[in-house]
């Protein structure tokens, strides 16, 4: 079956829905003229701002501005999730005009996403009307950012409706016919509301990210937390592949809320099954930071390769046709249909004997699964109560399941 | 010997082992199975799981604690006792990518132990005012001299050679281990608090009456400490050495072997494949086994057979040495063989049948024997103990005692051991039934 993995997103055309997000951290254009050549469908540009300086491209300079890494270790597993402490450091407009002009003249066909941050209604008007000019294809609008407020408090933008809506207009003025995207924290509180002003001022898509303030760990000889540098560290971002569980919470929960608004989401995602199940959960764009940063541009290949292979499979011609398929099937805790009885099942040719089903069924006090002389484990179906953690804890991938009794 | 002599130096070649993050991987391969098959097959019991599970959380001095509770031993055990027929025959990921190298991480660990700046002791309880003597420095009594100080008792260890260690330091081939990780391990348990004397022949400076005198208990750990000869007919001057020989000069470095450029073993333990083994990797290329038997009728290793095997080894079932052919100097020239039939019996032994007329020549200039080990006969006599009808010594399977029930005994002078950890378990009971019967003496 002809499958394409060609997207449209706020009425662009894309020729796949995986986008880069800021890497490399200080704007390389190298770099991401590479990402483009490796068949990535978009970049997305780092915040411009009217009050940053422009870039100088040496080390002595990068060296005060890098976000500092440390990866989240789990016995044999290394990164199993990445933490990283970044400064706040927007690029000048200047820098920014000159990466879209160049990409796009190189790329016609990709989509070059600018980031852009702004405090006030100069900033705001300014800044996209500049980057309209310079050929933007999206331009996203970071609201996620603190900001000043009048009382002297550093609040993250979205939470203040009425900034939030006044900004949302006047970055929607600023960007002509340029779609624009909105950032936001996806811990927002109030997320129909938010979406609903949006919508009203005129935003076509929200940008989702999950990344907790976090720290991957502590050295255990001089106690002091990671990454540091010396001794001294501080909070990190953290939105490596362990982030994957909690956007999609944040995704099903905006995914319900919001209303005509396209969705896009940053971070965790690292393979094509995330792709798919966030897609499932109602994103229609992809963005990779930390899977780009570890697996490098070439994972493209292996997500375009995973995604439409799976498209073929289930018969299903485009990615459009998946978005939000998932978001019917929640429900509360009180609603789950508790009155069938399910019970867990082994395959016998895959069991190893390892009795680790056996282990947790006690530890949870229903002792539903006996275990033979041979080690050989089998469920005694009256006191199976089908809580599932047996499945969970075999170590052998299909071994063991969850099936419906017939009554 | 008409060809050129060769001088043996010996030689050392150290096991490879897995380097730290390799150790972690291969512990986050285990299952962490329920009450797992590892540590139920371990002849120590010890919780191979709980050692697994405490790597893979990096906690190597954990680790290292919970094997050396119950396995003293581990660098010396892990490379050469048969873990593949052991804990790793029965580990439940063999379904799924082989099993883990359970060997592999306690050499690991021996290895963070050996290079650690604070080796693992175990804290020593307070005495309980008894003494124990032991004869023998092999496996069993060190292991037995390790759990009865941990037991609070006092231990005397009297060796006859000049090293402690028994079959580690004399019978264990260097391609298998490094001098250094024994000393290492021997060494710990003198710093346990144990008294060795060496070099004392306890035939001769041993009086029965005056141990009774001083000590609690005695204990006989002295294995099987005489290779057993056999009767050839012909010119026997020639160059004719035992296994347990060939080994202990490898091993010791001090006797100069002179051996000649084809050699043939008599005999199918594992002795004579390491024998054959070290023979080959030290460079002499034609050595022949010489078995009676088939494969199958052969109690050894199955990795110390296949190492022979790749190191170029040849053998030759069905065959029984008939007479030597020498010179008038002695020096062998050739061996004539003779073919045998085999026919099982009822009771699962195999009868060997000699083929009359099926003698022939192989062109041989040394020849290596190794066809089991006797029990040394002095200490026995003195002692007046009781032996069994396989010339071993008998004790109660349940106590341990001797005939005399002051004198205790363990390990392969007791009965077949075929492991150095099984040695160690041996060693390890006798201890327990040692303080049991002086605490109910009380």
Known sequence: ?407 | MANMPKVIKGFTSETTTLSYPEAIEEAARCYLCHDAPCSQVSPTRTDIAGVISRMRSRNFRGALRLVKETNFFPGITSRVSPYDELCEEVCLRRKFGGPIRIAELERVLSDYDRRSRHPYLPEIPESIGKKVAIVGSGPTGLAAAVELVLNGCKVIMYEAARVPGGVFTKGIPSYLISDEVIEHEVQMVLELGVDLVTGINAGESINLVSMKRSFDALLLAIGMGMPRRFQIPGNIKGDIFTGVDILESLKLKEKRLRLGEKIVIVGGGNVSLDVATALLKIGIEDVTLIYRRDRQHMHVFRNRYELAKKCGMKIRFRTVLKEIVCNDQGTISGLIFQRTDLKEKDDSKVEINVIEGSEFTLEADTLIYSIGQVLDRDLVDQFNLETTEDGRIKVNPETNQTSDPFIFAAGSCVERVNTVIGALAKGQTVARNIVARMLAEK
């Open chain 1, 1 to 407: 079956m002809e499958v394409n993995l060609k997207v449209k997103f706020c009425g662009v055309t894309m020729p796949n829905p995986f986008v880069v997000a800021k890497v490399p951290p200080l704007g390389n254009l190298e770099v991401m003229a590479a990402q483009l050549a490796a068949g990535w469908g978009g970049v997305l540009l780092r915040n411009a701002s009217l009050n940053a300086e422009p870039e100088k491209q040496t080390v002595s300079t990068w060296r005060f501005r890098t976000p500092i890494y440390r990866g989240v270790d789990y016995e044999d597993k290394r990164m199993l999730d990445l933490g990283w402490i970044e400064p706040d450091s927007p690029i000048s407009l200047d820098d920014s005009e000159k990466a879209i002009r160049t990409l796009k003249e190189k790329f016609p066909d990709r989509v070059v996403i600018a980031g852009m941050v702004g405090t006030n209604r100069d900033e705001w008007l300014k800044v996209s009307r500049r980057l309209n000019q310079a050929g933007a294809d999206i331009i996203e609008c970071d609201f996620s950012v603190k900001t000043d407020d009048p009382g002297g408090q550093k609040v993250p933008l979205a939470q203040d409706f009425k900034l939030l809506e006044k900004a949302a207009r006047y970055v929607r003025d600023g960007a002509r016919n340029t779609p624009v995207m909105i950032k936001l924290p996806g811990t927002l509180a109030a997320k129909a509301q938010t979406a609903e002003i949006l919508k009203d001022a005129g935003a076509d898509a929200i940008n989702l990210f999950y990344e907790p303030k976090g720290i991957p760990g502590i050295n255990l000889t001089n106690f002091v937390p990671f990454p540091n540098v010396g001794a001294k560290s501080a909070l990190s971002a953290m939105g490596g592949a362990a982030v994957k569980p909690y956007t999609l919470a944040l995704l099903a929960e905006w995914g319900l809320a919001v209303r005509g608004l396209e969705i896009s989401v940053l971070g965790g995602a690292y393979n094509w099954r995330d792709c798919v199940e966030y897609v499932l959960m109602g994103a229609s764009l992809l963005q990779f930071h930390g899977a780009v940063l570890q697996r490098g541009e070439g994972l493209v290949e292996d997500l375009k390769s995973g995604v439409s292979d799976y498209l073929a499979e289930k018969m299903i011609s485009s990615v459009d046709k998946l978005v939000g398929k998932s978001l019917p099937f929640l429900t509360t805790e009180e609603k789950l249909p508790r009155s069938g009885r399910i019970v867990a099942a082994i395959d016998d040719k895959l069991c190893t004997r390892c009795g680790i089903c056996f282990r947790v069924c006690n530890g949870l006090g229903y002792f539903a699964i006996n275990m033979s002389a041979q080690r050989k484990p089998t469920i005694d179906k009256k006191k199976c109560v089908g809580d599932g953690l047996c499945v969970a804890a075999c170590p052998v991938v299909n071994c063991m399941s969850l099936r419906r009794l017939a009554k």
